[in-house]
């Protein structure tokens, strides 16, 4: 029998929420009825770039998306000729796949310089994107390549909700002769961070967690990871305690989606035949070495993200230890579809062996790459004046969260007997930052110089590979030493 597929992308939603209060439904739904896997990340941790790593299964270096902008080739003429036109959705319509997509697409998806509303996406037969970032209301739609314009009726127009109920109706009308794929992508937990009116006042006592690295200095850290005042101002706790609460009461109308979901599939009766994955495009900092929010840094809480998945052949309560990338996604998906994953230019891998040993056999990866490439402005911001150009994403208190700079590539290790993360950093000091997560996890103690420099060539060798690698070359250095400390 053919395999059905809903794939959940909601917007930098960090690793630990799902464990948590908001995503209750989501968390015994999918997480309890299949695989959570613990040692998820993204290779990048932007939006944009990162999306298009899920939708390619490539490193940013292959897609050459390299940032939100469509100088960065976000949704710009090269990726849509280039990248997208191969992109996983293609290989399901070839394979007969009634395909459905609702949400964030790209960040600059929409543009007039990007196709306008008129581009579709090859792939798709129902598509109903956001034009432009994440918005709850007031927003405009592509619909199958029509304009559709929303305001502000939380009825009609919340963006979360509104993607549950057509999602719903391409269940119900879909031809059940024909298997089907949903690509889901609501803008929780993202900014503005407008909550459903009947969760405006859940969470009132809610802040961020204080434990850890938050408001930590960033000693011993890149030059952009020196400059935030440490302990904090007050406004900027109280900026990112509001955000944070907002951040949670807008996942429960996702939560909502989720049970919406599932309820439908049982009553079609496709649940016990459809692969259900919950996943995010990076992770999200709340105060941590003194930022107040967002993510573009090389930290766990940027690059970790939340994954599960249910489905035939994954047996319920597992928990996975083997680090799975977003990049392995497409792959997964088209290995599952019965795709030849041989004809497909991917840099991830299937991890069905690994959810669903009984399906097929696998092997995992013991490091990967993690790039970066950052953003600034060329002239000084106007409500900064005293911090000079080249940077960006100055708030609040004119704490800046990027900066051209701010561009690295890591070579992130882990397995059984090394926990690892090497970095280096493409500015005027070629900056180096080295973590062992066994006995440091918050990164707390950059320790580049307490390492051997025999240690250090051998990670920068493996670096430089992985920062050239494409296709089979990215999973074909497995060697490694037993120990690297």
Not at 90 to 105: C, N, R
């Amino acid at each position: 029998m053919d395999q059905m597929f809903i794939t959940l992308l909601p917007v930098e939603v960090c690793c630990g929420l799902c464990s948590q209060t908001p995503m209750k439904k989501t968390k015994a739904l999918i997480g309890d009825a299949g695989a959570v896997f613990v040692n998820a990340f993204t290779v990048t941790p932007l939006c944009c770039p990162s999306r298009s790593s899920v939708l390619t299964g490539q490193y940013p270096h292959n897609h050459q998306v390299r940032n939100n902008s469509l100088a960065g080739s976000c949704s710009s003429a090269r990726w849509q000729k280039g990248p997208e036109a191969s992109a996983f959705p293609v290989h399901l319509s070839k394979q007969k796949y009634q395909t459905f997509f609702a949400g964030k697409y790209l960040n600059q998806y929409g543009r007039k310089e990007a196709g306008d509303v008129g581009h579709v996406p090859p792939g798709w037969d129902q598509w109903h994107a956001l034009v432009g970032n994440s918005r709850y209301l007031n927003y405009t739609l592509s619909v199958n390549g029509v304009e559709e314009k929303h305001g502000d009726r939380y009825e009609s127009d919340y963006l979360t909700d509104l993607i549950a109920n057509r999602s719903l109706r391409f269940l119900e009308d879909r031809s059940p002769r024909r298997p089907f794929f949903l690509l889901l992508c609501p803008p929780a937990p993202h900014s503005p961070w407008t909550p459903a009116p009947k969760y405006q006042k859940q969470f009132a006592d809610v802040k961020a967690p204080r434990g850890g690295s938050f408001d930590k200095p960033g000693k011993d850290k890149h030059w952009l990871l020196r400059q935030p005042e440490n302990p904090m101002a007050l406004s900027s706790l109280a900026f990112l305690d509001s955000a944070y609460r907002k951040r949670w009461q807008t996942l429960l109308s996702l939560d909502d989606l989720v049970e919406s979901l599932v309820n439908k599939l049982e009553s079609i009766k496709e649940l016990n035949n459809t692969y259900i994955f919950y996943t995010s495009d990076n992770g999200y900092h709340t105060g941590q070495f003194s930022l107040p929010i967002d993510k573009r840094q090389l930290y766990e809480f940027d690059i970790r993200v939340p994954l599960m998945v249910r489905g035939p052949g994954i047996k319920p309560q597992q928990t996975l230890q083997a680090p799975v990338l977003n990049i392995d996604l497409a792959p997964t998906i088209l290995d599952i579809s019965g795709t030849d994953l041989s004809s497909v230019d991917v840099d991830g891998q299937s991890f069905l062996s690994q959810m669903a040993p009984s399906l097929r056999n696998g092997t995992t990866r013991p490091f990967f790459l993690v790039e970066y490439n950052g953003e600034g402005h060329p002239t000084t911001d106007p409500a900064c004046p005293t911090l000079g150009p080249g940077l960006s994403q100055c708030f609040p208190d004119c704490v800046c969260e990027d900066a051209f700079n701010n561009t690295y590539a890591c070579v992130r290790t882990l397995d059984p007997q090394n926990d690892l993360q090497y970095c280096e950093f493409a500015d005027s000091e070629s900056f180096v930052e080295v973590y062992n997560l066994t006995s440091d996890p918050h990164q707390l103690e950059n320790i580049v110089k307490q390492v051997d420099p025999a240690v250090l060539q051998s990670m920068n060798q493996r670096l430089i590979k992985l920062q050239s690698c494409q296709g089979d070359s990215c999973l074909l250095m497995r060697t490694f030493v037993k120990s690297l400390l």
